[in-house]
C-alpha cells in the first residue's frame, strides 16, 4: 500500500478536525510498528499477535485476532490493522460496544473455527466516509456460559484467583442484571443498556493494542520547575532552610581555611579547605544516625523547626559530599606535590614515597597523613559504592551492612590523619559511643524469644516476639533484630506491626527479599526446623503454615527508634499510603486506632456507637488508609486486622466514617480495558448484593490498577474538609515521588518512611 493510499484511507477514517500532519505521524507511527512485528512476509500471525498483545489469556488474542482479520485469511495486514485500531481508537460508543459484544458472543457457525478466522462476517458502517469493518458474528445473544467462559478468561487476565463456586456467582449477578426482559439470553441492546450506567468507562473504552499502536502522547513541558513552585517552598521550608545552613557552613569552613594559607600556594589552599570541611561533615555524618537522641527529639519541638524525619536523606547527601571533598583533598595534594616538584623543593621525594610511605615525615602523628589518607579514600569509595542502590535493593544487604562498619576504622584514621578532627569528633563521638553502648546493653538484657512465626504468602514471615515489660514504643516505630540462628552479628531494621495496646507480643512482619530475610525464611520451612514443631492452620482465602515455638528461638532487639509517623495522632485528617510490605507501619497504627476506638452499647436500647479513648495529644478527625497491591496474595498478610477494623466501626458515624479504606490491585486490568470490564461490572454487583469483597471479604471494594491521585487527593480528600491533612507514605522510593508532587499541589504535609 502507497503512502498516499494510507493518506486517504486516514482521511476517511479520522475526523475532518484532525490535520494532515497528525495522520501522516500515526500513519508513520502504526506502520513502523507493524513493520517491526510482521517481519518480512508482512503479515502478522496469531503467535505474532499474541506476543504484541501481551495478553495473558489465549482467549481475548484469538478473539481480536479473528476481528481484526476480516478477510479470514489466517494473517493482518497493515490495511486490516488500521481499519480496526480507527475503530478502537476512533470509534464512537456503539462501535466499540458492538466490537466488545462479538468478544462475548463466543458461539461459532458450526464446523468452523473463529480461532483461524473463518467465521461468518458482516460489515457496519463505521468512522463516517463510508468506510467499513468487519466484525465476527456469533448467535446474536450470550447466554450464561458464554458469560461465563468470558469471566473465567478474564480473572486469568487480571491475575486473581477466585473459587469455582465464586465464578458462578459473579456469572449470575451479571446475568441477572444484564438479561433486562428475562429472557434467558443477553441481547446486543442490553449489554449496551447496562454498560451506558458507566459513561466514564464507554468514553475511553479500548484494548491493550489499540494502546500498543497509539502514538506516543507529546508531554507537555511544565510551566515552571516543580521546585520553582510556590507549593514546593511552602512544604520543604523546614528541609531548604536546613539544606542552606548546612551549605553555608560549608562554604564558610572552606573560606575561612584558605584566608589561613593564603600565601601557601593554590593547592594548598584548595586542600586545607576541602580538609575542614571533612573535619565537619565527617562528624557530622555520624550525628544524623544518632536515632535514640532523634527519636527523642521527635517528641519536642525541635521537630517543627528541624526536618529530623529527612535524617537517613541528609546522611546519604552528606555521604557524598564526603566521597567529593575526599577526592579533591587527595587531588589537590597531589597537584602541590607535582608543583614542589617543579620548584624543586622536595626533589629528594618520588609520586609513590610521598603517598605510600612516612619518609616525607607529612602528619602529625609519625608523619602518617600521606599513607593513611590514602587508606581513607579507599574506604570511603568501598563504603560509597556499597551503599549504592543497585547493592542494597538487589538482594545484597550483607554487602552494605558489613562495609557500612568501616566508620569505626575511618574514624580512627581520621584522629590520625588529621591534627584537628579529634576537635571536632570528641562530642558527638562521646554521644555516638554511648547510644551504642545503651543500645548493647538494652538488647542484652533479658534476652527475648520467638514464640510464634507464620509463614505468609509472597515469601512474607511473621514473627510473634513475646514483649519485655520495659519495652514501650510508639505506633509506627522499628527495631533492629538480631536472631543468632540466622547470622551472629547481623542487625536488620524492621517496623513493629502490632499497636503498642498490645501488652503480650511484638509482631515483625518481614518480606523475603535479601540474604538475611531469605535465611530466615529457609530456616523455617525446613521439614524440622532446629526447636520447631510445624503445624497447619487454614486461612481465610488460602493455607498459610504456623510454626509454634515451645520456649522459642532467641533473638535480640535494639530500639525501638521512632519514625514520621509519630506524627499521625496529632494530625487532623491522616492520610496513610502503603504499597506492598509497606503496610507495616500503618498495621500498628490502624491497630492502636482500634484499640482506642471502644464500641459502647446503650443498656436500654439496641443504639450502639463508637466513642474515641482520647488522650492530649490526639487530635484525629479522619483517617484514610490506601493499601496498593500488586498481587491478590498480598492482602493475605493484613486481611485479618482490616477485616476487625470494619467491623469494629458502625455502618454509620454522625458527619461520615472515621476510618476509610481503599485497596487497589495493580496487576487488575480497569474498567476500560475491554479484557475486564464484565469482570470489573460483576464484581461491582456482587458485592453490592454480598455486602463484601469477592477478592479480600472485606467490605471495602478492591479497586484495580493504580490509584487516580489527582482524583484521590482532589475530589476524595481535599474537598472533605476535615482539618489539615497529613500524608504518610511507606512504600517504594518511584511511588513516593508521584504521591508527594501530587501533596504540593493541595499544601498536603508529606511525610516518607526513611530507615
Not at 570511603?380 to 568501616?406: A, D, K, N, P, Q
Not at 493475605?636 to 470494619?646: A, G, P
Not at 463484601?692 to 482524583?711: A, E, H, M, V, Y
Request: charged share 20%; glycine share 8%.
Amino acid at each position: 500500500m502507497t503512502t498516499s493510499s494510507l493518506l486517504s484511507l486516514a482521511g476517511c477514517m479520522f475526523p475532518a478536525t484532525m490535520s494532515a500532519d497528525d495522520d501522516a505521524e500515526w500513519l508513520q507511527w502504526v506502520t513502523k510498528q507493524f513493520e517491526s512485528i510482521a517481519g518480512e512476509d508482512k503479515e502478522i500471525d496469531l503467535e505474532e499477535f499474541k506476543t504484541a498483545l501481551k495478553v495473558k489469556e489465549s482467549f481475548f488474542a484469538e478473539r481480536f485476532f479473528a476481528l481484526f482479520d476480516s478477510d479470514e485469511s489466517g494473517t493482518i495486514s497493515l490495511d486490516e490493522l488500521l481499519k480496526a485500531l480507527n475503530l478502537l481508537i476512533h470509534g464512537n460508543e456503539t462501535d466499540k460496544l458492538r466490537f466488545l459484544f462479538q468478544v462475548y458472543d463466543v458461539d461459532e457457525t458450526p464446523g468452523q473455527s473463529c480461532s483461524q478466522g473463518s467465521a461468518f462476517l458482516h460489515s457496519v458502517a463505521v468512522a463516517g466516509a463510508g468506510c467499513k469493518f468487519s466484525f465476527l458474528v456469533g448467535s446474536g445473544s450470550i447466554d450464561p456460559d458464554e458469560l461465563r467462559t468470558v469471566l473465567k478468561s478474564c480473572l486469568r487476565e487480571s491475575a486473581i484467583s477466585l473459587p469455582e463456586e465464586k465464578l458462578d456467582d459473579l456469572t449470575l449477578a451479571l446475568f441477572e442484571s444484564a438479561d433486562k426482559d428475562h429472557s434467558g439470553s443477553i441481547t446486543f441492546e442490553e449489554l449496551k443498556e447496562e454498560l451506558e450506567r458507566f459513561p466514564e468507562v464507554m468514553e475511553n473504552l479500548t484494548i491493550s493494542a489499540a494502546n500498543w499502536l497509539k502514538p506516543p502522547a507529546h508531554k507537555k513541558r511544565s510551566r515552571r520547575p516543580r521546585y520553582l513552585t510556590p507549593a514546593y517552598w511552602h512544604n520543604n521550608r523546614s528541609k531548604l532552610l536546613f539544606l542552606g545552613t548546612y551549605v553555608g557552613t560549608n562554604i564558610l569552613l572552606f573560606v575561612l581555611a584558605t584566608l589561613r594559607h593564603a600565601g601557601a600556594g593554590g593547592w594548598v589552599q584548595v586542600a586545607r579547605g576541602c580538609g575542614q570541611c571533612l573535619n565537619f561533615n565527617c562528624t557530622f555524618i555520624g550525628v544524623l544516625m544518632l536515632r535514640r537522641y532523634l527519636s527523642w527529639l521527635r517528641a519536642t519541638w525541635v521537630a517543627k523547626v528541624l526536618p529530623l524525619d529527612q535524617n537517613v536523606v541528609f546522611h546519604q547527601l552528606v555521604g557524598y559530599v564526603v566521597a567529593a571533598l575526599a577526592t579533591i583533598h587527595t587531588g589537590a595534594h597531589v597537584g602541590n606535590f607535582g608543583e614542589s616538584r617543579l620548584a624543586q623543593t622536595q626533589a629528594c621525594y618520588s609520586l609513590w614515597e610521598y603517598l605510600f610511605t612516612t619518609h616525607p615525615g607529612i602528619g602529625w602523628v609519625g608523619g602518617s597523613a600521606s599513607v593513611t589518607g590514602i587508606i581513607l579514600q579507599l574506604l570511603i569509595t568501598l563504603m560509597l559504592l556499597c551503599s549504592s542502590t543497585f547493592v542494597r535493593r538487589s538482594g545484597h544487604f550483607e554487602v552494605f551492612y558489613w562495609t557500612h562498619l568501616s566508620y569505626v576504622p575511618l574514624w580512627a584514621l581520621l584522629i590520625l590523619h588529621g591534627p584537628h578532627f579529634w576537635k571536632w569528633f570528641v562530642v558527638p563521638g562521646c554521644l555516638f559511643v554511648t547510644e551504642k553502648i545503651v543500645g548493647l546493653a538494652v538488647s542484652r538484657i533479658g534476652g527475648l524469644s520467638i514464640v510464634e512465626i507464620n509463614l505468609l504468602p509472597s515469601k512474607v514471615t511473621h514473627l510473634v516476639i513475646k514483649r519485655p515489660q520495659s519495652f514501650h514504643y510508639k505506633p509506627g516505630d522499628y527495631i533492629y533484630l538480631n536472631i543468632p540462628a540466622i547470622a551472629a552479628y547481623e542487625w536488620h531494621p524492621f517496623t513493629i506491626s502490632s499497636a503498642p495496646e498490645q501488652q503480650d507480643t511484638i509482631w515483625l512482619h518481614i518480606r523475603s527479599l535479601g540474604q538475611w530475610t531469605n535465611r530466615l525464611y529457609e530456616y523455617v520451612r525446613q521439614p524440622e526446623p532446629p526447636g520447631l514443631a510445624l503445624k497447619r492452620l487454614t486461612h481465610s482465602l488460602r493455607k498459610k503454615s504456623a510454626v509454634q515455638t515451645g520456649p522459642g528461638v532467641q533473638c535480640y532487639v535494639d530500639g525501638p527508634y521512632g519514625t514520621p509517623t509519630r506524627r499521625i495522632f496529632t494530625s487532623e485528617h491522616a492520610v496513610l499510603i502503603g504499597a506492598g510490605i509497606g503496610i507495616t507501619p500503618f498495621a500498628s497504627i490502624l491497630q492502636s486506632i482500634m484499640y482506642r476506638m471502644q464500641k459502647q452499647n446503650c443498656p436500654d436500647c439496641s443504639y450502639s456507637w463508637c466513642e474515641t479513648l482520647k488522650d492530649d495529644d490526639m487530635k484525629l478527625r479522619k483517617v484514610d488508609f490506601i493499601w496498593i497491591n500488586r498481587d491478590q496474595k498480598y492482602f493475605e498478610w493484613f486481611v485479618s486486622l482490616l477485616t476487625r477494623l470494619e467491623m469494629d466501626q458502625a455502618d454509620e458515624e454522625p458527619g461520615g466514617r472515621f476510618l476509610e479504606m481503599h485497596m487497589y490491585m495493580t496487576s487488575a486490568l480497569g474498567k476500560n480495558d475491554m479484557k475486564a470490564i464484565g469482570l470489573q461490572m460483576a464484581l461491582d454487583l456482587l458485592a453490592k448484593k454480598e455486602k463484601k469483597d469477592s477478592i479480600t471479604g472485606l467490605r471495602t471494594r478492591t479497586q484495580p490498577g493504580r490509584p487516580n491521585w489527582s482524583k484521590v487527593t482532589g475530589q476524595e480528600i481535599a474537598e472533605e474538609n476535615k482539618g489539615k491533612v497529613q500524608v504518610f507514605f511507606c512504600g517504594s522510593p518511584a511511588l513516593a515521588k508521584v504521591v508527594k508532587a501530587h501533596c504540593e499541589q493541595f499544601s498536603f504535609r508529606f511525610f516518607k518512611e526513611n530507615f
